[in-house]
């Protein structure tokens, strides 16, 4: 990372605080927006009982948090460079929390579904800029791994625990306290974001107080919402219209490529991209994630429907995970990234995670818990633990201090259109497979299992593939990060 052109204001001055408090309050906005991106999953049976869902519509309880979340990530971290990261930061726990309380009152599927989207949007404000704030708040060395490795421990472990309380809320209170559990959350964090953080908008004589591009703001936006809607309801619409709308979202994305090549003021300025280590993370980033997200999604519906767990059991089954996700990352990952390097770390996690899932894809009709389900879970914790600060330190390397929040969105964007991804194409290629065998005859947990296998199969294939293209985009970076993450001994 390059060194800041001017210096951040982390912390209000007047302000006992640490940047470790305000840390601790980025990553409490964090956890909240992380879990409740998963922790739906295990209560989706219970929402489609108690509202009347059919499968299409119930599909959209998550497809409504996700589109306008990942349509506006790029949007608002921009924005959160122009007019300040703590006022967008602070703005999105509020909308966020208050989508929250909607959603956990709803008694009727159409309020569900826009309390939803009105979560996706606060997701977004909240999510696009924490990274950049981290960055700014940990600017160098050992201290900014050490930073990056605990942010990171709060999304990744978040993810996973997310499992694990939706089904032990669903079980025990309903699904509504999945969202409502929110609400207190949100309100601590809040109250500690506006005490903690101090006012970071920019001087209005600057260049990054200036108008926003309008129009590739709306270029962008619909390219992204519309990608988003295209990966998450793939499964839904015929090959014809799909590839329609596939059409048009590239038109807009191209659109907005050559409007932010011809702006006087682009929202994002083409250059960014010239790093090899941004987009070379970010492209990384996208097959990891699909790959976590199957083995999260896809995992969850093997222990339930071929092994026949109740909510509460999937959740602990998934509990290793993050225990193991927080304490390597918090314990061991940014000595292990200043001893070894980022680019050596990341590429053995991405082993790990390919070994994991590679395991995972036996995923036995009478399988058992310690044997089938436990060994590839911990391999994916570890590697997962190992990979994500590390490609996160490298994502970040080199971006300029007025550009972190729109590098931050990207990297947000990125794990969004990955995860969408990844839970799109498995799930479509489980379902094919097991529609195939139950034609053929075969009897049901068994075709299940067996259409569950194939997903994984194709899961460590794309982590086989997150790993190639590490090894070759990001080998040209090592030295670059080394000055950040450590030597590259």
Known sequence: MSTPTESPVPVAPDRVFSRWASLAVLCAGTLMTILDGNIVTVAMPAIQSDLGFGAPGLAWVVNAYLIPFGGLLLLVGRLGDLVGRKRMFTSGLAVFTAASVLCGVADDRAVLIAARALQGVGGAM??????GMVVALFPQGREQATAIAVFSAVGAAGGALGTFLGGA???A?????IFLINLPIGVVALVAAVRVLADDRPDPGTGLARSADHVGAALITGALMLTVYVIVGS??????????MSALALALLAAFVVR???AARPLLGLGLFRSRLLSGANAVQILMIATMYGFQFIGALYLQRVLGYDELTTGLAFLPAPVVIGVLMVGLSARVVGRFGAYRVLLSGLVLITAGMALLSRAPVGGAYPTDVLPPVLLLAVGFAAAMPALTGLAMSGVREEDAGLASGLFNTTQVVGGSLGLAALSVLAAGRTDVLLGEGAEVVAATAEGYQLAFRVAAAIAAGALALAALALRTGRQEASGHTGSEA
């Not at 909240?126 to 990274?131: E, H, N, Y």
Request: no cysteine.
């Open 173 to 177: 209170f309903g699904w509504h306290w």
């Open 169 to 171: 809320l669903t079980q």
């Open 235 to 244: 499964g839904e619409r015929g090959a014809g219209r799909t590839l329609l």
């Open 260 to 262: 932010q090549a011809r």
């Open 126 to 131: 909240t999510s696009a800029v924490v990274l």
